[in-house]
């Protein structure tokens, strides 16, 4: 079968380098897309989201914020601002700072630290998603 090539980097790091994968499904603003083996060249924005891509019958998940990506020649080239594997989140800790900053933002008065805090707040939100995800695939 044919392969995409799959490359994910952020400004830290590269999470993944042309990975062959039979689909990404992509948090775009335009919607949820998935790219197949022979899509047109495209490019669109990224949204904070659930990534998810799959070889054969193996099927992974990432949580991905903002950014850029591009579709060329069967290459899916992702920019984003920040992305995590399930394996560099703690759960825990994660729900924490999710009602860590559902408190702070009931007591924000100034504008840019509300939206600091909803920012983190998407942010946290995704990765428990994530989790979620991660414990439907186990069962």
């Not at 830290?12 to 897309?33: C, F, N, Q």
């Not at 100034?110 to 979620?132: A, R």
């Amino acid at each position: 079968m044919n392969k995409l090539k799959l490359t994910i980097l952020t400004p830290e790091k590269v999470l993944i380098e042309d990975k062959e994968v039979d689909s990404v499904t992509i948090p775009a603003w335009e919607g949820e897309m998935t790219v197949l083996y022979g899509h047109i060249p495209y490019m669109a924005q990224l949204k904070e989201g659930i990534l998810k891509y799959r070889d054969g019958e193996k099927e992974e998940y990432m949580s991905i914020f903002w950014g850029y990506f591009e579709v060329d020649k069967n290459n899916v080239i992702i920019l984003a601002e920040d992305a995590k594997i399930s394996k560099e989140i703690d759960e825990e800790k994660t729900r924490q700072e999710y009602q860590k900053i559902k408190e702070a933002l009931v007591a924000a008065d100034k504008k840019q630290s509300v939206e600091d805090l909803e920012i983190q707040l998407k942010k946290t939100i995704v990765n428990l998603k994530l989790f979620e995800l991660k414990k439907k695939q186990k069962r």
